[in-house]
């Protein structure tokens, strides 16, 4: 509650937003993430993780201005009072850096998308992709390769189930199995900048089911299979393995393809790699929890790892 009337005593001094806006807590994650609504407007606020890079901010800026002026629907940043597009809030004791967004009409679905959701989600991505290709402007995001997605999740996690041998195994095999598959075609895959969290859960569709991709935050230099696998990842099966829930999954995976490949070219042993590269983003998403939610114990619970590992080797007997 002190966070909210803290931003809404910020946007209304910063941004000329009056009382009649309401402010809405949407996410405590990575960035403090608040809705700013009133019947005919809204806006999406962050705040940015506490030391968050300048440049990768002015990167950011610039990146989705480039988009937007090549057609691409992406979310925008909203200048304030002063004309700037980010500034410093004080919020939950420490000084931080905050932006304001206009935010995308639409809706996210929290259920499987649709065969024509995918396919369309595959074309914006593919032309994000090639987009990017063409980008000259400032550019300070951070790679994103073999150290980030595959060690330092190691690192973490390794003390936790250390004790267990099965899955010490499992997750050491794993890793080091996909990390030479990667390096086996490291030459033939391509890289440059990447939306670097490109799940479902960040694309927004319209009416007409044209999506809108927002959440930058994650911006990045890396394997541009990592965004494709990213969306894999976030619509494989958590608990539901039936006959029917795969089949539908697979079309998704499909569709999405099909429409990425308007745009760009997929190889075979980039096709061959998603799997590996799934993997790897979901251990990376168990480690991103660890060092971001450190004082959350189920996180640390040889249980949850268990789970993780029965989830992993499903997918692994299904898709491998």
Not at 127 to 149: I, N, T, V
Request: aromatic content about 12%.
């Amino acid at each position: 509650m002190e966070s909210i009337i803290i931003v809404k005593n910020f946007v209304e001094e910063h941004y000329g937003i009056d009382h009649t806006y309401t402010i809405e807590l949407l996410a405590d994650y990575i960035n403090l993430v608040f809705l700013v609504k009133n019947e005919y407007q809204q806006f999406i606020f962050r705040v940015f993780p506490k030391g968050k890079n300048n440049d990768f901010i002015k990167s950011e800026i610039q990146l989705l201005s480039y988009l937007k002026s090549h057609g691409i629907n992406v979310e925008s940043f909203v200048s304030n009072s002063k004309g700037n597009f980010f500034g410093e809030i004080q919020i939950l004791d420490s000084k931080r850096k905050c932006a304001m967004y206009n935010a995308m009409s639409g809706n996210i679905h929290d259920e499987l998308l649709t065969n024509n959701q995918s396919e369309k989600l595959g074309e914006i991505t593919g032309k994000l992709h090639s987009a990017f290709d063409q980008y000259c402007g400032q550019s300070d995001f951070e790679r994103f390769e073999y150290d980030e997605l595959v060690w330092k999740p190691w690192n973490l996690i390794e003390p936790y189930i250390n004790h267990n041998t099965d899955l010490h195994e499992f997750y050491k095999e794993t890793i080091e199995n996909c990390e030479t598959q990667l390096r086996q075609s490291d030459t033939i895959l391509s890289r440059g900048i990447c939306h670097g969290d490109l799940h479902a859960g960040n694309v927004i569709f319209d009416e007409n089911d044209e999506p809108g991709i927002f959440d930058f935050e994650l911006c990045c230099i890396s394997w541009r299979l990592y965004d494709l696998a990213t969306f894999v990842w976030s619509i494989l099966p958590r608990e539901d393995y039936s006959i029917e829930s795969v089949k539908t999954i697979n079309e998704c995976i499909d569709g999405f393809l099909k429409g990425y490949m308007r745009h760009r070219t997929i190889t075979n042993e980039e096709l061959d790699l998603i799997l590996d590269m799934v993997l790897l983003r979901h251990i990376w998403r168990q480690a991103e929890r660890l060092e971001m939610d450190s004082d959350n114990s189920i996180w640390k619970s040889e249980q949850h790892f268990q789970q993780q590992m029965s989830r992993m080797k499903k997918w692994i007997e299904i898709y491998d």
